[in-house]
């Protein structure tokens, strides 16, 4: 059976490209294993699906950090506001929240991925489902892939079989396997957008509190300390340790080091507020209110729980009199409020992370086609590429844009 196009993998990069290239007159297949498609798109966003962020291409390239370069002509096919009107003239109307994330307004992973299901079944696409590819291998002209019920034969090859995150889904880094196959290399893989574990007994005490507006700092200790990096924004402490987008963001960091229990976490529960502003506010309100006691005087912003776990911290109990409290008793609360300091032991690894970092490299991968610079006839999309940004829809929107650009280049 021989095709134009053959595409491996209906997530979210597989359903644009295979749609693409056969609205562009190819003759298409799209191959998932799974016995349906777009399986990480449903689940994701707590099956709410966070489709893309409520910013422009420059927005996008620039949470990813130097390798947002690559995406330029991704994005310049497909941006933002391309794709959520794609997916709006498909009847699913989006919104956007309070963080930027944009959701369709049913909160229905389902109704995204029928949406691009639509657009496949009016382009002619052929959706195979339930069919793993078992064997690739390259020939003078195109490819040839081996299923467990039959052989197909290609002109033009695209993966787009993502990463090893949520392997449930079907990502167990089949794509990665078959590339270096083929003749590519590999950045190695690690999770990413995954909880942070730690052993550190109050972290765990104080599971279900949530912190709206924190700042975190990775440490790598050593006589001359390092921070590997600084992330702001929503904590949530679990049992096992730290989630919510700010601990997700850090998290490649962690994943990424060679020794993870070494390293440091440097909680900061306010960073609106300096130091000093915030000793000055606990003496003066100290001074205005000295009969209460001093739990009463710890910052609005810091959680109940949180403030009673950093009072028992430092030694000072909660119900003593605000006007008890001496300078170095103050000073030592501020530090637990600005400087706390948290044991880090790794990840929950892939089976909980939302993206893989690593991958193939982008060296290896011609931007403006996506098509492999060492394979010709090879295109390489979404998450099995080495590109892993924050929480907030930039990976999905990066696996839509180079899914589309693939699309239009075979």
Known sequence: MTWD?????????????????AARGRRTLLLEKNRKPGVKILISGGTRCNLTHATDARGIVTAYGPPGRFLHSALAALGPQDLVALVEGEGVPTKVEETGKIFPVSDRA?????????????????????????????????????????????????????????????????????????????????????????????VQELSGVTIPDTQLRLIEPGEKPRVLDTRRGSLLFTHFGMSGPVALDISREVSGHSRPQSLRMECDFLPAVTAAALDERLRTAAAAEGKKQVLSLMPEEVPRRLAEAILAAVGVAADKKAAELGKADRAAVVRAIKQSMVAVNGTRGYAKA????????????????????????????????????????YNFQAAFSTGWLAGLSV
């Open 354 to 393: 939302e993206v893989t970092a690593g991958g193939i490299p982008l060296a290896e991968v011609d931007s403006r086609t996506l098509e492999s610079k060492v394979v010709p006839g090879l295109y390489l999309a979404g998450e099995i590429l080495d590109l892993d940004g924050p929480i907030g829809g």
């Open 110 to 202: 389902l109704d995204v991925v029928g949406a691009f299901l639509a657009r496949l079944r009016r382009a002619d696409c052929e959706l195979a489902l339930g069919e793993p590819l078992v064997e690739l291998e390259r020939l003078v002209e195109g490819f040839r892939l081996t299923t467990p019920t039959r052989t197909l034969l290609t002109a033009k090859l695209v993966l787009t079989t993502g990463g090893q995150s949520y392997p449930g889904c079907g990502t167990t880094g089949d794509g990665y396997r078959l590339a270096m196959h083929l003749g590519h290399g590999l950045v190695p893989p690690r999770p990413a957008l995954v909880p942070v574990t730690t052993s550190t007994a109050w």
């Open 5 to 21: 196009v053959i595409v491996v993998g209906a997530g979210a990069a597989g359903l644009v490209a295979a749609e693409r290239a």
